[in-house]
């Protein structure tokens, strides 16, 4: 579940209410792909602007078009006591991996996030991955907390941060928190212009969002790092570099929904506003990048 | 009502429910102190942490203790459709205006925090105040959006974080903002530690945390102000320096509840979890600066 190909839905909606056919459908396309799991209600998946009810109805649904392919659910929520909901939720909806991030107002200390950790750990049933994004909680892990938070029970992996463009840098960095954590916790890759990296770098896995609405050549690309043929990990993935650098431009949310909107995947808008999908100049040029992308 | 001191109480809570009795007797101690304003519901009432009932619960229980003095309630969220709701809650319930800042989990762009200020100031029949607080909200208002905001209809103040210590930057950037903004919009500093510098750089309010629970100290620096004595409020704020200290290095929310419980005006704990209120030495020293409190 937590390694190989981790994928990351958008959750359509407008200001009315989600689309939940279409959500089914891409949750569908990725259980065709047969990757190692769904990640649902990430913030691909815009699990913090949405209420308890939603997140069950998404939850719910990813579960019934899963096809048997494990469901992560993203559990972030600014309260403790909210995140044991939405994490008792989750499990009884069939949720097979949780997934947490130390969402933020206001800043949060290290004993803080600790004992976040503590207490929904020794609430659930099922494994967590830790969500170690400063870009949306505004938090940063030292490698000692997240030593300290690994060895907690359930805790299963680690979604860590886009790596350094530089190899030597990238491989440090996961070797320094691997020898922070046990064994047995997993540690991915997020920011999928930091994937290929990721994996040459040594993550067992890749959380990502472009392979949430085409999973076939992230898996491609998994696939060749886990034979070892880093050539081709680079040529792929150096493929998909434009579609990166719209990612590292505007956030990989505003251009994965453009995407899935040009593409008829979902309805125009899809994004919560304020948030709004590219328009004008920019949504045309991305147009041209995603011609090859099925 | 956004000049002068506004004021801003803490929302006691466990993990189970708001303590209505406490909250409403810190509304109370406001009004009778005979301030401008009665801000609910800002950062230091946790807005971030609370559903819509319990934020029209805070807000009714602050209209009816308030006794005329004007009531301020926070209506910021992360969508704009919740935004909206809340604020027809706060009008419905007799709030007299609103406190909006642009949260954030995604990175929002100039053109959709701007959008997001024009619908709510479209649908608002009470003067708004711009809430540009990027510690919390992460983000960033550059002065030319600040002007296209305060240009909306409804918009009445901008409160504003922390200045430079150094009078000279602090009177410039106020200055700055000024000749950005309508003549009818004013400024009010916030961060308390830089109140006096805001008041005499040119800010015509004060947004207070610590004169959210002892208004009295509070008003006498703005009241010196308001006659030009800056020694005077030179002389007041240099006096609550440890206090400002500790608000520095432990941030305003955490230091103002620790004080609230330990005049015993709140219960203990008073914040809701994963945030917590000083413990141990730190508890201690600080209980060493506030005996003259009242």
Redesign the interface.
């Known amino acids: 579940m937590f390694t190989g190909l981790s994928a990351f839905p958008l959750t359509p909606m407008d200001?009315v209410s989600i689309d939940e056919n279409a959500f089914s459908q891409l949750v569908s396309r990725l259980a065709q792909a047969q990757i190692n799991s769904i990640g649902v209600l990430g913030?691909t998946g815009s699990y913090?602007?949405l209420n308890r009810e939603e997140r069950n109805l998404v939850t719910r649904l990813a579960v019934e078009s899963a096809q048997g392919t494990p469901v992560v659910v993203g559990i972030g929520a600014?309260?403790?006591?909210d995140v044991l909901k939405l994490a008792e939720d989750a499990q009884k909806a069939g949720a097979n991996g949780l997934l947490l991030a130390?969402?933020s107002?206001?800043?949060?200390?290290e004993?803080?996030?600790f004992?976040?950790y503590q207490?929904v750990s020794q609430h659930s049933s099922v494994p967590i991955c830790v969500y170690d994004n400063p870009?949306?909680t505004?938090f940063e892990f030292s490698d000692v907390l997240h030593g300290r938070i690994a060895a907690l029970p359930n805790i299963a992996s680690i979604k860590i941060p886009p790596l350094s463009n530089h190899l030597d840098e990238a491989k440090e960095r996961v070797a320094r928190l691997r020898a922070h954590i046990p064994h047995h916790v997993t540690i991915g890759i997020s920011g999928d212009h930091s994937g290929a990296t990721g994996l040459i770098a040594g993550c067992e896995a890749w959380y990502s969002v472009l392979g949430g609405l085409f999973p076939l050549p992230i898996l491609a690309i998994v696939k060749a790092s886990q034979r070892g043929d880093i050539d081709e990990v680079n040529r792929l993935s150096t493929a998909l570099e434009p579609i990166w650098a719209f990612f590292r431009r505007y956030?990989s949310?505003?251009v994965i929904a453009t995407i899935a909107e040009l593409k008829g995947l979902v309805k125009t808008p899809s994004l919560?506003?304020?948030?709004?999908s590219l328009s004008g100049e920019e949504r045309q040029r991305l147009t041209a990048c995603i011609a090859d992308l099925l």
């Open positions: 200001e913030s913090a602007y600014l309260r403790t006591k130390p969402v107002y206001q800043k949060l200390t004993d803080e996030v004992a976040h207490t870009t949306t505004h956030g949310l505003r919560p506003l304020p948030i709004k």
